[in-house]
């Protein structure tokens, strides 16, 4: 993903950090919140 090695970072620290964690993520309208998490979790399991 362009522009978002940390957040990307930030999530995959909290994915296998071994406990549970809860991410908020927040941001202006059509920023691109939710392709953010879609993506990053596609890359992850498929």
Do not use: Q
Request: aromatic residues 18%.
């Amino acid at each position: 993903m362009i522009g978002r090695k940390d957040e990307v970072s930030m999530l995959n620290d909290s994915l296998y950090s071994g406990r549970p964690e809860f991410v908020a993520i927040y941001g202006r309208r059509r920023v691109g919140k939710t392709y953010l998490v879609k993506d990053f979790l596609f890359h992850k399991y498929y």
